[in-house]
């Protein structure tokens, strides 16, 4: 059951691995930067955001349910009081997959209006995965293989924004108390970032974060200034930039697109020490990290 579970899950990350490195440059640019020196890329954790309400289709839960159906299970959790958020992180079923990294803003600290917001917008999300198909992605090897790829398929078109587009005033709105707030009504559940995992790249010339964030940088990247965590530390983290795309506003009975902030590439670097490696998080890095997608 492992076996499909994992070949299930390596499809979908394929899937959702195309459609952000189309849209975010500087992961292509990370890929050939590996690719001409022989090195491998091994994703260390996806990450993901929501909002935490009394609604349907919101919260941790309503994107992690299906990933734990296939053998996902939570192994951390983080609060992050500063900014009225919660994560939780969750091991793979499998050492070949990543990590996933999934956080939720507690709508209830919101101010009245931005509550309002928010609610309005999860109160029209789409349906997500049935009970039904949670039973067949938890018992997949019995799936007749069309079902299976029916069920790919529903799942991978998910990962977007489940609600109609908002109007230009409420993300405008929302971003004056909460940039993840913003960020989450007009991305809605896209991924927010990939990550690479230094430590297994195998290659001598990016042996460590310092000297791959050098090569992006040279590679014309824009980078996190800092690297989270001191050399020698269990997890150093750093990202490039996040890029701009353009986003669906409604501006009266129209939709148009505006630029706003998308996702980031991450670097994550677990050295071992004595023997093992650290395959959790650490609140004040992760901190630092949500603030990669506020706006200049």
Same mark, same amino acid.
């Given at each position: 059951?492992?076996?499909?579970?994992?070949?299930?899950?390596?499809?979908?990350?394929?899937? @959702?691995?195309?459609?952000?490195?189309?849209?975010?440059?500087?992961?292509?640019?990370?890929?050939? @930067?590996?690719?001409?020196?022989?090195?491998?890329?091994?994703?260390? #954790?996806?990450?993901?955001?929501?909002?935490?309400?009394?609604?349907?289709?919101?919260?941790?839960? %309503?994107?992690?349910?299906?990933?734990?159906?296939?053998?996902?299970?939570?192994?951390?959790?983080? =609060?992050?009081? +500063?900014?009225? @958020?919660?994560?939780?992180? &969750?091991?793979?079923?499998?050492?070949? *997959?990543?990590?996933?990294?999934?956080?939720?803003?507690?709508?209830?600290?919101?101010?009245?209006?931005?509550?309002?917001?928010?609610?309005?917008?999860?109160?029209?999300?789409?349906?997500?995965?049935?009970?039904? =198909?949670?039973? /067949?992605?938890? =018992?997949?090897?019995?799936? %007749?293989?069309?079902?299976?790829?029916?069920?790919?398929?529903?799942?991978?078109?998910?990962?977007?924004?489940?609600?109609? $587009?908002?109007?230009?005033?409420?993300? %405008?709105? *929302?971003?004056?108390?909460?940039? &993840?707030?913003?960020?989450?009504?007009?991305?809605?559940?896209?991924?927010? #970032?990939?990550?690479? %995992?230094?430590?297994?790249?195998?290659?001598?010339?990016?042996?460590?974060?310092?000297?791959?964030?050098?090569?992006?940088?040279?590679? /014309?990247?824009?980078?996190?200034?800092?690297?989270?965590?001191?050399? /020698?530390?269990?997890?150093?983290?750093?990202?490039?930039?996040?890029?701009?795309?353009?986003?669906?506003?409604?501006?009266?009975?129209?939709?148009?697109?505006?630029?706003?902030?998308?996702?980031?590439?991450?670097? $994550?670097?677990?050295?071992?020490? +004595?023997?093992?490696?650290?395959?959790?998080?650490?609140?004040?890095?992760?901190?630092?990290?949500?603030?990669?997608?506020?706006?200049?």
């Amino acid at each position: 059951m492992i076996i499909a579970h994992t070949a299930f899950l390596e499809r979908l990350f394929d899937c @959702l691995w195309q459609e952000y490195r189309e849209r975010v440059s500087y992961a292509r640019v990370y890929e050939d @930067l590996l690719l001409a020196r022989g090195g491998t890329f091994r994703n260390d #954790h996806v990450a993901f955001r929501t909002f935490a309400a009394q609604s349907r289709w919101t919260g941790i839960a %309503a994107l992690s349910r299906p990933f734990e159906a296939l053998g996902y299970r939570a192994a951390g959790a983080y =609060d992050f009081p +500063d900014k009225s @958020l919660t994560s939780v992180h &969750f091991t793979p079923p499998s050492e070949n *997959l990543p990590k996933l990294f999934v956080s939720e803003l507690r709508t209830w600290e919101l101010s009245p209006r931005a509550r309002r917001i928010v609610l309005k917008a999860t109160a029209r999300s789409a349906p997500r995965l049935s009970d039904a =198909d949670l039973a /067949g992605l938890s =018992d997949l090897p019995k799936v %007749a293989a069309r079902r299976r790829e029916q069920l790919l398929r529903r799942w991978a078109s998910q990962f977007a924004r489940p609600w109609p $587009a908002p109007t230009r005033s409420d993300a %405008a709105a *929302l971003e004056r108390e909460s940039q &993840f707030a913003a960020w989450t009504l007009l991305h809605g559940h896209s991924v927010n #970032h990939f990550t690479a %995992a230094v430590h297994a790249q195998g290659v001598d010339a990016l042996a460590d974060i310092e000297l791959t964030a050098a090569a992006l940088k040279a590679a /014309g990247v824009p980078m996190k200034p800092e690297i989270e965590g001191e050399p /020698g530390s269990r997890l150093r983290q750093t990202s490039t930039r996040a890029v701009v795309v353009p986003v669906e506003m409604r501006a009266g009975a129209r939709v148009v697109k505006k630029p706003w902030t998308y996702a980031y590439f991450e670097l $994550a670097e677990r050295p071992l020490i +004595d023997g093992r490696r650290f395959e959790g998080f650490l609140g004040s890095q992760a901190s630092s990290l949500f603030e990669m997608t506020r706006r200049s």
